[in-house]
């Protein structure tokens, strides 16, 4: 107590007001639902399907308990990994690169042309930005079964291509951020419409490029829905597929304790943690842009 | 995100064409036309492996369904409003639209709250140290669809959470109890605050450091407390961002799938195939093998979505068509 009031004496400090400490503590409680459920993903990858229950949460196992994990998650025999994996890179390096081939000279067009169609093309552009992806993978299951393309890697890779939000970013950075100056001095000079696009405008969008990228990468990474309604053979899988799959095969989060199978609750926290890391590496590295506006219109939901 | 260098009407073709030149021949206005059309025709050419894409995963897909709704595509007659009729008198779509709307509601009010009130207080605090939360808060958008679930299995369950000391609050002993006592339908919420929080917070800080300093320095100077000030000048004056987080949500939430179809994973008892309207769209086609029905199921929900898609396009000014 006396402390205390020595510190009161020594520095006669502002009291805190109630909205500062009211504050405070919902900044603590954010940090510890939104932090805690991360950090406990980590160190539950380090534990063994005992040790998670005996041990305190959050507390680190050990480095052999996630060899041991990531053996048996490997080597089970209902595993594909390697295969999940390669193709969830396929689908998304795929459908990264189409969606920039398809949005970049499109985006560009629409900036930097006046066309009769123009005002059509973006209503339905931003119409299909806005609309839910999921709104719309049934509708194209049925479209693939008509045209017999299920099941197929290229069926995903060209329905991830379709990235209208791509589209509008690309509008909307060629719209703003190209000095007009610079394309009619080409044009005067000779250059023709795609030389101007190819050798002007694409090396100036470096920015508006990444952040497609971005965008795109991280959608298709994670998609499940789509993957799940078109791909039924485990060859095809993505991660998030594949992996749901095993879970649920060997049943490594039901109660029942003992299936014999050595795919249990740790493998399927190293699962999931595989499917997050690649994003979340990303996501830190990304905090560049982050910080734009610019997430406001992929943001679903 | 100014249109500085955009002139309201791009020049027609090359400019070298002056008002003095184009006094009336019409030699001078064919070459106009023939060099508009080629203008055109440039556009397009650009436009068209985009166009490609927007036809095949677009508009013919929404069409086909829409146009699938109308058949009876076991026997490929022409049903008119039938599977419209069958699936309205499928009982569980009922309890389906009260489970999702349910869902939206909790989640869009724990989205409005919670995005708001964080957004405003990393708007006051130091700017480190709010860089710093607003990453936390970012990062697990990072956990999504499969990894979600699976992660949030865990942390419901009392034994292994590290939220555990709140469930044994409420004597809640095992995960089926936690589950029962929160409600499915605010489970998937607190799921999609989960992950997407952080995301909506960037963006409303984003639209808080946009407020004009002047604005703020003024009802400083007229004596405005920061709470006050956060009420009543700040949050009004990003309303725009605000509805177009809440009207975004909804049209997102109405299509839940993976967070209730993933469910299951914890064991059957938690399995529900049918809770959402996609997973009863879904089971329609895959369960029942009746695409009929299963595309009126889905033409309901894309119509909604898509109403809501041509409000914020044409009625709100969110998004910019003309430059």
């Given amino acids: ?301 | 995100m100014r249109r500085a260098h955009v002139p309201a009407h791009p020049p027609p073709g090359r400019w070298g064409v002056t008002a003095g030149m184009a006094s009336g021949t019409a030699q001078l206005a064919r070459a106009l036309r023939a060099r508009k059309r080629r203008n055109a025709i440039t556009a397009y050419l650009f436009l068209a492996p985009y166009l490609v894409l927007l036809l095949m995963f677009g508009m013919f897909p929404v069409g086909y369904a829409i146009g699938l709704s109308f058949f009876d595509t076991i026997s490929g007659a022409f049903a008119g409003l039938s599977n419209y009729m069958l699936a309205l008198e499928d009982f569980r779509l009922r309890r389906s639209f009260v489970n999702v709307f349910t869902y939206v509601a909790i989640w869009v009010s724990l989205m409005l709250a919670g995005v708001i009130t964080l957004a405003v207080i990393i708007d006051m605090m130091p700017r480190r140290l709010g860089t710093a939360v607003r990453t936390m808060t970012f990062l697990p958008g990072a956990v999504t669809s499969a990894a979600v679930v699976v992660l949030w299995l865990f942390l419901l369950d009392p034994l292994v959470s590290p939220f555990g000391g709140v469930y044994a609050l409420f004597g809640l002993g095992n995960r089926f109890q936690v589950i029962d006592a929160i409600g499915l339908a605010s489970v998937f919420a607190l799921m999609g605050f989960f992950a997407y929080a952080g995301g909506w917070i960037v963006v409303l800080h984003g639209a808080l450091t946009a407020l004009p300093e002047e604005v703020m320095e003024a009802a400083r100077m007229d004596g405005c407390k920061p709470v006050a000030m956060a009420w009543r000048i700040k949050i009004p004056m990003i309303w725009r961002s605000i509805a177009l987080m809440a009207v975004l949500s909804i049209a997102n939430g109405l299509q839940l799938f993976v967070e209730p179809h993933l469910l299951g994973l914890a064991g059957p008892q938690l399995a529900r195939n049918d809770w959402s309207l996609n997973q009863l769209a879904y089971q329609y086609a895959f369960s029942l093998g009746d695409f009929g029905v299963s595309a009126a199921l889905s033409t309901i929900t894309l119509a909604l979505a898509m109403s809501i898609a041509l409000w914020i396009v044409l009625g709100t000014r969110f998004y910019r068509i003309d430059q």
């Fill in chain 1, 1 to 301: 107590m006396s402390g205390a009031r020595t510190t009161i004496r020594r520095r006669p400090r502002r009291k805190l007001a109630f909205w500062q400490l009211a504050a405070g503590l919902i900044v603590l409680f954010a940090m510890c639902f939104f932090g805690l459920p991360l950090l406990w993903l980590f160190l539950a990858a380090t534990q063994t399907d005992a040790s998670l229950f005996s041990e305190p949460p959050l507390s680190f196992g050990s480095w052999e308990n996630v060899g041991q994990t990531w053996t048996n998650l490997v080597t089970y025999e209902g595993t594909q990994l390697g295969t999940w994996a390669l193709n969830s890179l396929i689908y998304s390096v795929g459908g990264v690169g189409l969606s920039l081939v398809a949005a970049l000279p499109a985006g560009y067009a629409l900036a930097t042309h006046a066309f009769p169609g123009r005002r059509a093309i973006l209503l339905v552009t931003m119409v299909a930005m806005i609309t839910p992806n999921a709104a719309v993978v049934l509708p194209i299951f049925l479209e693939m079964n008509l045209l017999g393309l299920n099941n197929t890697r290229i069926s995903i890779i060209l329905a991830t291509a379709f990235f209208p939000f791509g589209v509008y970013l690309a509008f909307i950075y060629f719209a703003t951020s190209l000095p007009r100056e610079i394309l009619n001095s080409a044009r005067v000079d000779g250059a023709s419409p795609w030389q101007v696009f190819r050798w002007i405008a694409l090396p100036l969008a470096k920015p508006a490029i990444a952040l497609i990228a971005f965008f795109s990468f991280v959608a298709n990474w994670s998609n499940y829905f789509l993957a799940f309604v078109l791909l039924s053979d485990d060859e095809l899988y993505n991660l998030p597929v594949g992996l749901t799959s095993l879970i649920s095969g060997a049943r490594a989060l039901s109660f029942s304790a003992a299936t014999g199978i050595p795919v249990r609750r740790p493998e399927a926290i190293q699962a999931a943690l595989l499917l997050v890391l690649p994003v979340l590496v990303i996501f830190l590295f990304s905090q560049r842009f982050i910080r734009t506006g610019q997430l406001a219109g992929s943001e679903k939901g």
